[in-house]
């Protein structure tokens, strides 16, 4: 009887668990196929089966770890299928310095624009992830919701949506409204959401390249909960700068040791700076000169510190 009860565990743990009514404790080995198969997703695109292209290797000397003063609803300099990851914080059409003052309409279609654009630009498999905050109480515009619906239009897959807490520097204030009263409280958002997508497939081809990636970072970084502090517009130079630690986990997660990284709303380089960093390769877009000259120059400060490294492509 017990040597029948450990060929059962045996078979049990080679088969592995298969989708219950109450779910199961483990994700090892799970056979997740009546889940996908179910109505849910008859309707959706699902990631395809399609053969690798990169077309990195063509991009111009003059392209490559540049920071280009540029519309990045045109990246004509950039070839189909060369980039391997996408990082950007898109201007908050808040009527900031560098805001155009869109309306809803004009700010998607826009935000549209340079989407297909990268589309267009990143491998199979390519990854955007995109760092986001909702805006406004009257109403309050959830960005991050027509983000996602734009991605799907184009033909992006969802991959999963960060939350970035920012708790730990958003001080002891509260937004008012009625304060203390139910009449018309409000709710301080102390977070952002990172959206991430993947073009056509979910896997990025490794080839000959390698990881730089840590098992502790690994597994912090695939948790759906980041927190880490802002940044400081004042120290920075910019309206709306996003923390070192936010590219530098993305292009760590993401992409492997001389990837491409493109960010079409650079400002102020930090996501050009975490690339370099990390031994990646750049390419930035910004249609005002002042920012593209700011990223520049913190691009050369932080080179002066560190020993020369070569282009990665």
Same mark, same amino acid.
């Given at each position: 009887?017990?040597?029948?009860?450990?060929?059962?565990?045996?078979?049990?743990?080679?088969?592995?668990?298969?989708?219950? /009514?109450?779910?199961?404790?483990?994700?090892?080995?799970?056979?997740?196929?009546?889940?996908?198969?179910?109505?849910?997703?008859?309707?959706?695109?699902?990631?395809?089966?399609?053969?690798?292209?990169?077309?990195?290797?063509?991009? /111009?000397?003059?392209?490559?770890?540049?920071?280009?003063?540029?519309? @990045?609803? !045109?990246?004509?300099?950039?070839?189909?299928?060369?980039?391997? #990851?996408?990082?950007?914080?898109?201007?908050?059409?808040?009527?900031?310095?560098?805001?155009?003052?869109?309306? #809803?309409?004009?700010?998607?279609?826009?935000?549209?624009?340079?989407?297909?654009?990268?589309?267009?630009?990143?491998?199979?498999?390519?990854?955007?992830?995109?760092?986001?905050?909702?805006?406004?109480?009257?109403?309050?515009?959830?960005?991050?919701?027509?983000?996602?619906?734009?991605?799907?239009?184009?033909?992006?897959?969802?991959?999963?949506?960060?939350?970035?807490?920012?708790?730990?520097? *958003?001080?002891?204030?509260?937004?008012?409204?009625?304060?203390?009263?139910?009449?018309?409280?409000?709710?301080?958002?102390?977070?952002?959401?990172?959206?991430?997508? /993947?073009?056509?497939?979910?896997? #990025?081809?490794?080839? %000959?390249?390698?990881?730089?990636?840590?098992?502790?970072?690994?597994?912090?970084?695939?948790?759906?909960?980041?927190?880490?502090?802002?940044? @400081?517009?004042?120290?920075?130079?910019?309206?709306?700068?996003?923390?070192?630690? #936010?590219?530098?986990?993305?292009?760590?997660?993401?992409?492997?040791?001389? !990837?491409?990284?493109?960010?079409?709303?650079?400002?102020?380089?930090?996501? *050009?700076? *975490?690339?370099?960093?990390?031994?990646?390769?750049?390419?930035?877009? !910004?249609?005002?000169? %002042?920012?593209?000259?700011?990223?520049?120059?913190?691009?050369?400060?932080?080179?002066?510190?560190?020993?020369?490294?070569?282009?990665?492509?």
């Amino acid at each position: 009887m017990k040597e029948e009860r450990n060929n059962n565990t045996e078979k049990k743990s080679i088969i592995g668990t298969s989708t219950s /009514s109450f779910g199961v404790s483990k994700r090892e080995n799970h056979d997740s196929s009546k889940f996908y198969n179910s109505n849910l997703y008859k309707e959706m695109i699902r990631p395809q089966k399609v053969q690798f292209v990169d077309n990195s290797n063509e991009i /111009s000397k003059d392209v490559l770890n540049r920071i280009i003063l540029g519309n @990045s609803e !045109d990246m004509k300099e950039i070839p189909n299928n060369s980039v391997h #990851l996408m990082i950007t914080s898109p201007p908050y059409n808040v009527s900031k310095e560098y805001d155009d003052d869109l309306t #809803l309409t004009e700010y998607l279609t826009m935000l549209k624009n340079v989407f297909q654009e990268t589309w267009r630009v990143l491998v199979p498999g390519g990854r955007v992830a995109i760092n986001i905050a909702n805006i406004g109480r009257k109403p309050y515009i959830p960005l991050h919701a027509y983000i996602i619906e734009i991605m799907h239009s184009i033909g992006f897959h969802m991959r999963g949506e960060i939350i970035w807490n920012k708790g730990a520097s *958003a001080g002891i204030s509260c937004a008012w409204g009625s304060f203390a009263s139910a009449s018309n409280p409000c709710i301080r958002d102390v977070h952002e959401y990172i959206l991430v997508f /993947s073009k056509l497939t979910n896997k #990025l081809e490794k080839g %000959e390249k390698k990881t730089s990636i840590t098992n502790e970072d690994f597994v912090k970084c695939s948790k759906s909960v980041w927190q880490f502090s802002a940044a @400081s517009a004042k120290r920075v130079g910019h309206p709306a700068p996003f923390p070192e630690e #936010l590219p530098k986990r993305l292009i760590e997660f993401y992409s492997y040791i001389g !990837d491409v990284i493109l960010d079409p709303f650079v400002g102020s380089g930090t996501t *050009a700076i *975490a690339a370099y960093q990390l031994k990646r390769n750049y390419i930035g877009y !910004d249609i005002a000169e %002042e920012y593209v000259k700011l990223a520049n120059k913190r691009l050369l400060e932080y080179k002066k510190t560190q020993k020369s490294i070569k282009d990665y492509v």
